[in-house]
């Protein structure tokens, strides 16, 4: 399919992202931003490696943070904070090396921040607040 962007930001959608999205494998910027969303991230969504931009922010989405997301190697901006989205940072987060911004905070993530994230060198705004995180920071090219 050769739908690039799909902008639904600051609208009135309710109920669930329908999983047909992930059928638009083009996809290079995903906005459902501030809207009334519930449900959790559609499992098809793991078909969108293309994206650059995925924006999910203030509304009521469920779950943990997909696996999945490990595979968006040309992700730069992900945003999901001011859900409710519980569990940890995966691991594959690490695999993210063009990912600049990462927005988590006012969740409910827990757990403690993987020794991968130090991988995402380009990461030049990280916001994690408000979330139930432990144990120590990683060191490295984060720390500094």
Same mark, same amino acid.
């Given at each position: 399919?050769? *739908? +690039? &962007?799909?902008?639904?930001?600051?609208?009135?959608?309710?109920?669930? /992202?329908? &999983?047909?999205?992930?059928?638009?494998?083009?996809?290079?910027?995903?906005?459902?931003? =501030? !809207?009334? *969303?519930?449900?959790?991230?559609?499992?098809?969504?793991?078909?969108? %490696?293309?994206? +650059?931009?995925?924006?999910?922010?203030?509304?009521? $989405? %469920?779950?943990?943070?997909?696996?999945?997301?490990? !595979?968006?190697? &040309?992700?730069?901006? $992900?945003?999901? @904070?001011?859900?409710? /989205?519980?569990?940890?940072?995966?691991? @594959?987060?690490?695999?993210?090396?063009?990912? +600049?911004? *990462?927005? $988590?905070? %006012?969740? +409910? $993530?827990?757990?403690?921040?993987?020794?991968?994230? %130090?991988?995402?060198?380009? *990461?030049?705004?990280?916001?994690?607040?408000? =979330?139930?995180?432990?144990? &120590?920071?990683?060191?490295?090219?984060?720390? /500094?």
């Amino acid at each position: 399919m050769k *739908l +690039q &962007e799909v902008d639904l930001w600051g609208n009135d959608f309710e109920g669930a /992202i329908p &999983e047909d999205f992930g059928n638009c494998t083009g996809l290079k910027i995903f906005d459902a931003s =501030n !809207n009334f *969303l519930t449900g959790s991230i559609p499992r098809s969504f793991e078909k969108l %490696v293309k994206l +650059q931009d995925l924006k999910l922010w203030n509304n009521s $989405l %469920v779950g943990a943070i997909p696996d999945y997301f490990g !595979n968006y190697t &040309e992700l730069t901006f $992900l945003d999901i @904070s001011r859900n409710l /989205i519980m569990g940890s940072i995966p691991r @594959s987060f690490g695999k993210l090396a063009k990912l +600049q911004f *990462l927005h $988590l905070s %006012v969740n +409910q $993530l827990s757990g403690i921040i993987p020794v991968e994230i %130090v991988n995402c060198t380009k *990461l030049i705004n990280l916001t994690l607040g408000y =979330n139930k995180f432990s144990g &120590e920071f990683p060191a490295g090219p984060l720390a /500094i």
